[in-house]
Structure formats: C-alpha cells, structure tokens
C-alpha cells in the first residue's frame, strides 16, 4: 500500500521566514494531495491541497508544489507567524480502484520564534 | 452543523477490558474514515466506510479491532480485550464524497491501564 514521507519531523524557523516542509509518496496512482495543521488539542484541518493536474498551487502564504515524476510534494509557508507553530501533515489519495483512503505523513511540528 | 461528532472524549479501561468508541459524520457526508493517532505513529489509517459499506480496512489489527456502520449517521469502533498499546487518541474523519476535505472530529483518547 501507499507510504507517505514526511521530512523534518521538527522546524525551527524565525518570526518573517520562510519554513519547508517535504514529503514523498511511493505509488504513482496517488492523485491528491492535502495539507493539514493541527493545533494543541485541537483536530486537524484542512489548509491548502493539490491535484495531480496541477504544479503548483498558492493560498495568501501557503505555496504547495507537486512533483509527480519524483513523487514529491512540498509546502511552503512564506513570512511565517507565530500563529503557524503547529503540527502539520501532509497525505496522499488515490482513487483509481475505488478506494480513497487517505494515508499520511508523520507530522512535522513547525515552531516560529518571534 | 456540529462537525463530525465523537464520544466518548476520553476513555480509561483496564487492561483486557473492551472499548467501544462513537462517531457521528457530518450529515449528508458518504465517507467515513478511522485513524489512531500516536506520537510515535503520527496518524494512523484504521478503517474506511463508502454509503456505509467497509471499502478498506488495511490498518485494522486484525484480533481485536472491529468498525461498523449501521447507519449512515453513525460508526462505531469496537477494541476487545484492550492492551496499554492500544492507547492512543482515535480521530473519526468524514468527507462528502471522494477525495474531498476530510473534516476530523474531536477524537477519543483512550488510556488503557
């Protein structure tokens, strides 16, 4: 089945910085590809996705790429805040057999020093 | 809308004791997904209903974990003869239709003792 990596597990960045977040995926029907943030206690939530049709996709500061022949996707928070310290996790889908689980990353926990 | 729904939000069992756990998805929503999370395993695919039918249950420790879904207004997920391995905080997630938002719920921690 599908595996999903997530890499740094953990990320300092400071306050007005740019913070990356990369993630690798093995089976190549995978065609989704959502972002989520997850606050202390809280559940987590969608931020930005992409579609397999897609390169590149911004939201305000969210920027996500996909490389499809490498099996990669990125987020890129651009002049972070100390209000994006959180968990965040990337997934990848599939659907091509009728079967849309989503499988996720590891997390990354993203940290903001002001 | 109240969101996906999930009782109880914590849980305390004694070891070989059985837990049943309770998600209500979002009405209207055809998918309805299981995940464990852990800090060790980050999050964790249990399970999968489609209109109710199971359509994936790969992650499911296959002895003593059971999901249903009777009724498209709720899922259950039942672990018996629950082991301290076993705790963790179990998210619910539904989505109106394939490959669409997953909203989560508030998850039911479970402390097996």
């Known amino acids: 089945g599908e595996q999903v990596e997530q890499l740094p597990s953990i990320l300092r960045v400071q306050e007005g910085s740019s913070a990356s977040i990369n993630c690798s995926y093995e089976d190549s029907a995978s065609n989704y590809f959502p972002w989520y943030k997850q606050e202390p206690g809280e559940n987590p939530k969608l931020i930005i996705d992409?579609?397999?049709?897609?390169e590149r996709k911004q939201i305000q500061e969210l920027i996500v790429l996909l490389d499809k022949k490498a099996k990669r996707f990125s987020l890129h928070i651009t002049d972070t805040q100390p209000g994006d310290s959180a968990m965040y996790f990337c997934?990848?889908?599939?659907?091509?057999?009728?079967?849309?689980?989503?499988?996720f990353g590891a997390g990354t926990r993203l940290k903001v020093i002001a | 809308n109240a969101g996906v729904i999930q009782t109880p939000r914590h849980k305390v069992t004694g070891k070989g004791q059985e837990a049943t756990l309770w998600c209500e998805p979002i009405s209207g929503h055809s998918a309805v997904f299981w995940y464990r999370q852990t800090i060790v395993q980050g999050l964790e695919f249990l399970t999968y209903f489609r209109n109710q039918a199971p359509i994936d249950d790969s992650g499911m420790p296959k002895e003593r974990f059971s999901a249903q879904m009777p009724n498209q207004s709720h899922s259950t997920l039942k672990i018996q003869s629950t082991q301290p391995q076993d705790s963790a905080v179990y998210l619910c997630?539904?989505?109106?239709?394939?490959?669409?938002?997953?909203?989560f719920g508030a998850g039911t921690r479970l402390s097996v003792l």
């Open positions: 997934a990848a889908s599939q659907g091509g057999t009728g079967n849309y689980k989503y499988v």
């Open positions: 997630a539904s989505s109106l239709s394939s490959q669409n938002t997953l909203y």
């Open positions: 992409i579609r397999s049709n897609m």
